[in-house]
């Protein structure tokens, strides 16, 4: 009977084992893919920041070029 006891043992040992191994493989992979996001979503918010750059950038030079015209214009007119 001692015998039966310590194969049941081994048995729910190794099952618990096991489950335990899986779950933290999960949870290194969660991890993981938590790190890519936030590469990601760090990536993106580098993306957009150019382009607001580039956006202002352009209204700035495009304002410059109304302004500049404007007053070559005016003063041609005066």
């Known amino acids: 009977m001692d015998f039966w006891i310590i194969i049941g043992v ?3 040992v ?3 084992t096991d489950y335990l191994h899986k779950q933290s493989k999960l ?3 969660a991890m993981k893919e938590e790190i890519e996001l ?3 979503k760090q990536e993106n ?3 957009e920041t150019e382009k607001i750059r580039l956006e202002l950038e352009q ?3 495009k304002l410059s070029l109304d302004y500049s015209h404007d007053h070559s214009n005016g003063k041609q007119n005066k």
């Open 10 to 12: 081994i048995s729910v």
């Open 14 to 16: 190794g099952i618990v």
């Open 27 to 29: 949870k290194v992979k």
């Open 38 to 40: 936030e590469k990601l």
């Open 45 to 47: 918010f580098i993306i």
């Open 59 to 61: 209204t700035r030079q």
